[in-house]
Antibody, heavy 120, light 114 residues
Framework: QVQLVESGGGVVQPGRSLRLSCVASGFTFSSFGMHWVRQAPGKGLEWAAG????????NYADSVKGRFTISRDNSKNTLYLQMNSLRPEDTAVYYCARDHVSVGYCFQHWGQGTLVTVSS | DIVMTQSPDSLSVSLGERATISCKSSQSVLYRSNNKNYLAWYQQRPGQPPKLLIY???TRESGVPDRFSGSGSGTDFTLTISSLQAEDVAVYYCQQYINTLSITFGQGTRLEIK
């Protein structure tokens, strides 16, 4: 079955960097667009970034544009999120999500999430 | 950006009764060339990641009970649970995916048992 396992979260000081990873299994990773969706504590869902299946096109929310970079290694079935210049408002659970089998940018499968806390 | 606004913010419904959640978009999410509404609904139970319930505004995802249904077109959409079960206690989100440069969700509707 489809599995998405995030890692790399933790506590980091404002202005520092962190890289999240999401290892995928149970499907052909290179055939699907992938995304990062975040959720601040007690708040709603916010799409952060997405990348097409071959890595040629990336999109970002305005709130992270210029600071975060989404990438993927299809040979390793792994999605990444490089987060630079972190701010306290970036504190959230970060979910890795996979496109629906027939609908792009509709999220059919989700990981359990990894918590990022930005605090001094 | 397309702003998604849900109502109400919270809802209490008795077991077995109908629950209705509204979602309005600031711009139409209907793509006229294929006549599809680019609107999805998700359920997030406490401590869990979201789960896709409905896409194309009214297509139920595989395995989702048929008490869940979606309707609407253009800018106005509704998620209906026909007969509330205890396991339906969750926060529900709508999401537009017509603007892939900026995917947006509604603020969420918390559903509780009365």
């Amino acid at each position: 079955q489809v599995q998405l396992v995030e890692s790399g979260g933790g506590v980091v000081q404002p202005g520092r960097s962190l890289r999240l990873s999401c290892v995928a299994s149970g499907f052909t990773f290179s055939s699907f667009g992938m995304h990062w969706v975040r959720q601040a504590p007690g708040k709603g869902l916010e799409w952060a970034a997405g990348i097409e299946r071959d890595g040629t096109n990336e999109n970002y929310a305005d709130s992270v544009k210029g600071r975060f970079t989404i990438s993927r290694d299809n040979s390793k079935n792994t999605l990444y999120l490089q987060m630079n210049s972190l701010r306290p408002e970036d504190t959230a659970v970060y979910y890795c999500a996979r496109d629906h089998v027939s609908v792009g940018y509709c999220f059919q499968h989700w990981g359990q999430g990894t918590l990022v806390t930005v605090s001094s | 950006d397309i702003v998604m606004t849900q109502s109400p913010d919270s809802l209490s419904v008795s077991l077995g009764e109908r629950a209705t959640i509204s979602c309005k978009s600031s711009q139409s999410v209907l793509y006229r060339s294929n006549n599809k509404n680019y609107l999805a609904w998700y359920q997030q139970r406490p401590g869990q990641p979201p789960k896709l319930l409905i896409y194309w505004a009214s297509t139920r995802e595989s395995g989702v009970p048929d008490r869940f249904s979606g309707s609407g077109s253009g800018t106005d959409f509704t998620l209906t649970i026909s007969s509330l079960q205890a396991e339906d206690v969750a926060v529900y989100y709508c999401q537009q995916y017509i603007n892939t440069l900026s995917i947006t969700f509604g603020q969420g509707t918390r559903l509780e048992i009365k």
